[in-house]
């Protein structure tokens, strides 16, 4: 019965964001693919949800927060805490995630959002404008290491000249990845490189 119940749900996100379509079963293995986080939203397998605003997200916009502040939050997911403190704090929201079970469980949750919650590839959305700032929780460690230098090229292409990139970043280790841990060094080598 529970199988049946999430597929019916599945099946009603796909209708509420028609842009990205179905994908194959391999597909649900890798992390690279909507289908892999659909699944996990749709069975409530999400132990990388907070369900909280972290204290060094209340101090950074404490210290920041200006009235009409853009701010993307890529790979949004289901952090409805964050999304909603953002809001409330003043800046103007826009979050986006490829899983579409993720981005309807979101819309609903937060009903009339002044914000925008995009269902779309954060590689391939066309935004139309550039952020003040680009906020991010666990997004880049659920990429494969091969890709976040695409990422740094990203975020700089997204930002304001003067914009700047605030995370949750996983440093660590992981016998499994995802989630794919991140260094120093690695910081240093990705995000000192963005111009190339
Ligand atoms: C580990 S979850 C983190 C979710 C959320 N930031 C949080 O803290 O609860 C990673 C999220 O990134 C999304 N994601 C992965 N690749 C993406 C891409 N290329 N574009 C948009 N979202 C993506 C997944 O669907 C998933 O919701």
């Keep these: ?36 986080w659909n699944q996990r ?18 101090s950074f916009v404490k210290r920041r927060q200006r009235r ?17 403190f953002f809001q409330t704090a ?3 929201v826009t ?3 490829f899983s579409r079970v993720a981005v309807a469980q979101a819309r609903k949750a937060l009903g009339n959002f002044d914000g925008q919650i995009i269902c779309g590839d954060f590689f391939k959305f066309d935004f139309q404008n550039r952020f003040d700032l680009i906020y991010e929780r666990t997004f880049l460690c659920a990429l494969h290491p091969r890709r976040w230098p695409k ?13 700047r990139l605030a995370g949750i970043f996983f ?14 060094a690695r910081a240093a080598e990705v995000f000192d490189n963005t111009s190339g």
């Design 95 to 97: 979050a986006i995630d």
């Design 151 to 163: 990422y740094a090229k990203r975020v700089a292409q997204l930002l304001q000249p003067r914009g």
């Design 171 to 184: 440093y660590g280790q992981e016998a499994d990845p995802p989630p794919y841990p991140l260094s120093q």
């Design 41 to 58: 939203y749709a069975s409530g397998e999400t132990p990388w949800t907070l369900h909280a605003v972290p204290a060094a997200v209340r």
């Design 1 to 36: 019965m529970e199988g049946r119940a999430s597929i019916r749900y599945l099946y009603a996100c796909v209708k509420d964001c028609p842009g990205i379509q179905t994908t194959n079963m391999s597909e649900s293995f890798d992390s690279a693919w909507p289908n892999f």
């Design 68 to 84: 009409g502040t853009t701010v993307l939050i890529p790979g949004c997911g289901t952090d409805l805490e964050v999304l909603q």
């Design 90 to 92: 003043g800046f103007e």
